[in-house]
């Protein structure tokens, strides 16, 4: 399976900080926004993955993340020239993801609880048995969102209905930015009509899924913490929260070193190097004493 990281936009609502940088490269607590989505798609053991950005931050994202080989992956990138919708990513990586299933996430969505791993290899799962997979997170403001409907069986959790920011929402689980798609989403993608607002929609294409009875939905149980980072407040919330479970718990959150380290894709030697280039702070401290702990 292929994985993709949208790290496109132009990040407006966080005006005037993207003016000078992308907003998937701003700090999130103790590390650049981007290394969260990375996580995910690492901790569902992809290791081809694709990162989507603007013609004026490729470089940018290049520097920091290089060929993904610090993290025993392989990482290329593609530039999107405009951002006309999610589902163009998917045009866009059509050479990259070949005949293979693909997962793709939001540069700027952030998952977080436990029971994790067991969704992620679900919904792979799903992919490779033709089935499209999105998650959904309960929301209290479900207006502003896209939104699921589902239906519970003992075959898994099939999707009912998806629809784009309703005035009167059919339930309150939010369409979050994971999603994991089988063999030939590039050919769908490519019959997505614009909208109104001249973008290949996400949920166009899901709906596609739907139509042909191929939609299944994870759903993000109590506990669990989904934040969509594109504004200052969840920004805020999201740094506040993983500076607080870190610090209460002597862990770093969405490290793909460690992702890296227990899948076996780095070695010791490789932990250690990375942990010397960061010895200044608690990041590279903690991969340190994962080093010396041999976890």
């Known amino acids: 399976m292929k994985g993709i990281i949208l790290a496109g936009g132009s990040g407006t609502r966080l005006y005037p900080i993207t003016e000078g940088i992308s907003k998937q490269l701003m700090p999130i607590y103790d590390k ?3 290394f969260y989505p990375l996580a995910t798609l690492m901790s569902a053991k992809i290791k081809d993955i694709l990162v989507i950005t603007t013609p004026e931050d490729q470089k940018a994202f290049q520097k920091l993340l290089k060929d993904g080989s610090q993290f025993g992956i392989n990482i290329s990138y593609v530039v999107q020239p405009s951002p006309d919708g999610l589902a163009q990513a998917f045009i866009l990586g059509e050479e990259f993801i070949g005949d293979d299933c693909c997962a793709m996430v939001l540069g700027d969505n952030i ?3 436990s029971g994790f791993e067991k969704l992620l290899k679900s919904a792979k799962k799903n992919a490779e048995d033709g089935y499209a997979t999105i998650f959904g997170n309960q929301v209290k403001d479900p207006e502003r969102f896209g939104i699921m409907e589902i239906d ?4 898994g959790t099939y999707v009912v209905s998806v629809e784009e920011k309703p005035k009167h929402p059919k ?3 939010a369409i979050t930015g994971l999603y994991f798609y089988p063999k030939g989403v590039s050919e769908k993608a490519k019959e997505i009509v614009p909208s109104e607002r001249g973008e290949l929609e996400i949920t166009t294409l899901n709906d596609m899924y739907l139509q042909e009875g191929n939609l299944k939905a994870e ?4 506990g669990f913490t989904w934040f969509d980072t594109g504004t200052f407040d969840s920004e805020l919330d999201a740094a506040n929260m993983i500076r607080t479970i870190e610090n209460n718990t002597d862990r770093i959150i969405c490290c793909p ?3 890296a380290y227990k899948e076996k894709w780095i070695t010791k030697e490789q932990l250690e190097e990375r942990a010397k280039v960061l010895k200044k702070n608690n990041y590279g401290k903690y991969l340190q004493r994962l080093v010396d702990k041999g976890k």
């Open 32 to 34: 650049p926004m981007i």
């Open 111 to 113: 998952f977080y609880g």
């Open 152 to 155: 519970e069986s003992e075959s």
């Open 171 to 173: 339930s309150n689980y």
């Open 219 to 222: 759903i993000l149980g109590e």
């Open 257 to 259: 070193e460690q992702i």
